[in-house]
């Protein structure tokens, strides 16, 4: 009987969970490509939902940090999905950042149900949704490109110090720390620029007749009503997928919602679960770079 009982929680366990349908959902500041990026949880998350839109904000490939000495399967394995959700039917808009932004020369482009581009406006029942990346707002980026690179290779060292002490203290029992997060929240102009950033971004799109703008960036998730002088907008980020692993949700009867993977149940391994199940389609992603690009274009059911 107990054994019976085991195999029946076995089969349950092993059975795919019902996938959240979605209006859109936004995802940026992936960092594919760096020490930093948490692929096989965004897999894990993506793999959960089914949106009709997925906006991927800016900075998902990091050209910026990009090296041929690292790329994880598991890196490949996202880019693999993506391009098996647009085949399958999901609209993906990917709009450039500034560490993807050699991508800015091709806006425009499309590819089946894929679009890349540098901006998006979505009309929603709850309101126009204005969606860009953000980095246009960062004085850093436009005027000393390279500090901001230079930034970019500081960021991903205490990245993987934070990994590094996160796992010593795991071995002792104790909690997990943010490292960059406390960095950031000790530093006042820090926390100004975001203050600034927010507004910025608010203040132009009320400007514009938007009554929600979305962006990335500065990986501050948010959700928030913001004043400005043309009206009220509602400031949206959806953070990213190093530090906070979060996106941005909607559909018509929530609308816009924050989306929290450590506050997900569904997310967290089950006992006896292992923490990244590889399939036989993800496999194919682990292929040599060839045979999986030729793959890719089939997907698309394009020819080289």
């Not at 993506?46 to 090296?67: M, T």
């Not at 993506?82 to 950042?97: C, D, E, Q, S, V």
């Not at 514009?208 to 002088?229: D, F, N, S």
Request: positive net charge; glycine residues 6%; aromatic residues 8%.
């Amino acid at each position: 009987m107990s054994e019976l009982l085991d195999n029946l929680l076995d089969g349950a366990a092993r059975r795919p969970r019902k996938k959240r349908r979605l209006a859109v959902a936004v995802v940026s500041d992936v960092h594919l490509g760096t020490y930093g990026c948490h692929a096989p949880e965004l897999l894990r998350y993506l793999k959960s939902i089914r949106p009709k839109v997925l906006v991927l904000n800016g900075d998902i490939v990091d050209i910026w940090q990009f090296s041929k000495n690292y790329w994880p399967a598991s890196h490949m394995r996202v880019v693999r999905y993506l391009a098996g959700l647009a085949a399958k039917g999901t609209r993906i808009y990917y709009l450039t950042g500034n560490h993807d932004e050699l991508l800015r020369k091709f806006a425009g482009l499309r590819l089946g149900q894929f679009q890349l581009d540098n901006k998006l406006v979505l009309d929603l029942p709850h309101g126009r949704t204005w969606l860009f990346h953000g980095d246009v707002f960062d004085v850093t980026m436009r005027h000393s490109r390279w500090l901001a690179k230079l930034g970019g290779q500081g960021y991903d060292l205490l990245i993987l110090l934070n990994r590094l002490v996160n796992f010593l203290l795991a071995k002792v029992g104790r909690p997990k720390v943010a490292l960059s997060k406390a960095v950031k929240n000790r530093v006042k102009s820090a926390v100004s620029l975001v203050s600034d950033f927010e507004q910025t971004a608010a203040t132009i799109a009320a400007d514009q007749g938007y009554r929600y703008v979305a962006c990335g960036h500065i990986h501050q998730p948010e959700i928030k009503p913001l004043a400005t002088p043309q009206g009220e907008v509602t400031y949206l980020n959806s953070g990213d997928w190093v530090e906070n692993l979060t996106a941005l949700e909607y559909t018509p009867t929530a609308g816009w919602t924050l989306y929290r993977y450590a506050d997900d149940p569904r997310m967290q391994p089950q006992p006896g679960e292992a923490t990244e199940t590889i399939d036989a389609e993800e496999r194919a992603a682990d292929a040599a770079p060839a045979t999986l690009l030729a793959e890719l274009l089939a997907e698309f059911k394009l020819k080289v």
